[in-house]
């Protein structure tokens, strides 16, 4: 069975500053990788989502993710990150069945 | 707007009582889900369809009991049995195997 660690239960990071959120996951094959993002009290938003080709995909809000096979990771970034960033973000992975792993979330604080 | 409504936003109950939670979508997808969240956990699969009238237990099944008769709709029943009830509640739904799910706002469900 597929799953997903994200190392980093929590990171602050001052407006302005680069992001960059860590994921890895355990399956076989090639994964689907999703990337979300949660706010306080609300579902779940997706940003960005790879099945294959360009290991390098673009989201919603300016994020960015890249898939590394090697490394078993799809690590998360933003250049510039914005007050309103600050949130809970999710890291995913499919396996070509219908159960969806998510991992237990990198809460980000972003500071003034 | 399509979308997944789940309702009522907050719910309360007594310890010993079950309780349904509503899903509604009008997006037209074959597939939806119930997770639960809980803090520092991420989100745990409960159940899951895949069709109508079907479906299969998730990684956390005790205790909830769910229903299909319409692809609309996968209302999920908390059960007496269930432990440890309290937390927020989450539907999803997707089209197919490798698309993202999209995700209704939530239930929090507290007993007491």
């Known amino acids: 069975a597929q799953s997903v660690t994200q190392p980093d239960i929590h990171i602050t990071v001052s407006e302005g500053a680069s992001l960059e959120l860590r994921c890895n996951y355990s399956?076989?094959?090639?994964?689907?990788l999703f990337w979300y993002v949660q706010s306080p009290g609300q579902g779940l938003q997706l940003l960005l989502k790879y099945f294959s080709g360009d290991t390098l995909v673009q989201g919603i809000k300016g994020f960015e993710a890249e898939f590394k096979r090697s490394q078993s990771s799809f690590n998360l970034r933003k250049p510039s990150v914005h007050w309103s960033d600050a949130a809970e973000y999710f890291c995913?992975?499919?396996?070509?069945?219908?159960?969806?792993?998510f991992g237990a979330g990198t809460t980000v604080t972003v500071r003034a | 707007d399509g979308g997944i409504t789940q309702s009522p936003k907050y719910l309360f109950r007594k310890e010993g009582q079950n309780v349904t939670l509503s899903c509604e979508q009008n997006?037209?997808?074959?597939?939806m889900y119930w997770y639960r969240q809980d803090p520092g956990q991420g989100l745990r699969l409960i159940y899951y369809s895949q069709i109508v009238n079907d479906f299969q237990k998730g990684d956390i099944a005790e205790g909830y009991s769910v229903s299909r008769e319409k692809k609309e709709s996968f209302p999920l029943t908390v059960t007496s049995a269930q432990k440890n009830p309290t937390a927020f509640y989450l539907c999803?739904?997707?089209?197919?195997?490798?698309?993202?799910?999209?995700f209704g706002n939530g239930t929090r469900l507290t007993v007491t």
């Open positions: 999803a739904s997707r089209t197919s195997l490798n698309s993202p799910l999209h």
């Open positions: 995913a992975v499919g396996a070509g069945d219908y159960k969806l792993s």
């Open positions: 997006l037209n997808h074959d597939a």
């Open positions: 399956y076989g094959a090639t994964p689907y």
